[in-house]
């Protein structure tokens, strides 16, 4: 594995599936998405959206890069977004030119997306159903009846997921690894989003570690 500069800053990249074929409907006023799901639509969006929309068809892009500098494309795509979930394609990045990290593939029609922050002290792990498989593009991580697959395009990323192996604090796990903090947690956040960092239970952990919940 190529060294990591201490400073590498993480990216959050938005795509479509590449199944999703988007058209414009003119004379109604809306965004059609055409996927195996079926067809979505996007009634009355503003120009930034319809502009987003396009680049998100081509591959992975910065919401915060999509539009004109004026426009919160944040603010006014998330709520599309939330209602295309089973379309999106999440990404983390990293601004070395070297990839992207992994990637989070909706497999179901309702497959939200949050990246809420794993507390540091509450260990995670790997669920016990999560099956690994090498693809020619890296590994990818499933789990019976999740609703996301997901896609590590860097050996940082499986470094990650090897480390949850065993019950880990996000905390800890970012302090043994040598991968600058915010690559570690962005990693694991994604992971949580996506089902594949589950919480331990604290009297399990403590038991099997010799110790309170949380602590040494």
């Given amino acids: 594995m190529q060294d990591t500069p201490a400073a590498a800053v993480t990216v959050h990249l938005w795509s479509l599936s ?47 890069n999509a539009a004109e500098q004026h426009v919160d494309l944040y603010a006014v795509m998330l709520p599309a977004l939330s209602r295309l979930s089973h379309l999106v394609v999440r ?47 890296g590994l990818s991580l499933e789990a019976v009846g999740g609703r996301h697959t997901v896609v590590l395009h860097r050996p940082e990323a499986a470094l990650v997921v090897a480390m949850l192996a065993w019950p880990v604090t996000p905390e800890k796990a970012s302090a043994s690894l040598p991968l600058p903090p915010q690559m570690t947690e962005g990693i694991i956040r994604y992971l949580a989003a996506a089902g594949m960092a589950a919480p331990v239970d604290g009297a399990e952990y403590g038991a099997e570690y010799g110790g309170a919940y949380g602590c040494e």
């Fill in 18 to 64: 590449e199944d999703v074929i988007v058209e414009h409907d003119g004379e109604n006023d809306q965004v059609v998405l055409k996927s195996r799901w079926g067809v979505d639509y996007v009634k009355r969006p503003c120009p930034a959206v319809q502009e987003a929309l396009r680049r998100m068809e081509l591959g992975p892009v910065s919401l915060a």
């Fill in 91 to 137: 990404t983390l990045g990293v601004d070395d030119l070297r990839g992207p990290l992994l990637s989070v593939f909706p497999v179901a029609h309702d497959a939200p997306l949050a990246l809420v922050w794993p507390p540091g002290q509450r260990p995670v792990q790997l669920p016990r159903h999560v099956v690994l498989t090498r693809l020619d593009s």
